[in-house]
């Protein structure tokens, strides 16, 4: 099943975890982690999984 939607809730601590593993689609430009916007997000299914797999506060959520 594709991903179509990638998003970041509310409580990220920015540890970075989900920059290290998938530059692609996530970055922290200042205190919270955002998604990237104009992407392909099923180029990157696998490591957005492990993102959010990763994420030790479990705010990345996907679709």
Avoid: R
């Amino acid at each position: 099943m594709p991903i179509e939607k990638v998003w970041i809730i509310e409580g990220c601590t920015a540890c970075e975890v989900c920059v290290d593993i998938c530059p692609e689609v996530f970055d922290l430009p200042d205190d919270t982690a955002i998604v990237k916007e104009g992407v392909n997000y099923d180029d990157f299914a696998e490591e957005i999984k492990e993102a959010a797999d990763s994420c030790p506060v479990e705010v990345i959520k996907y679709e």
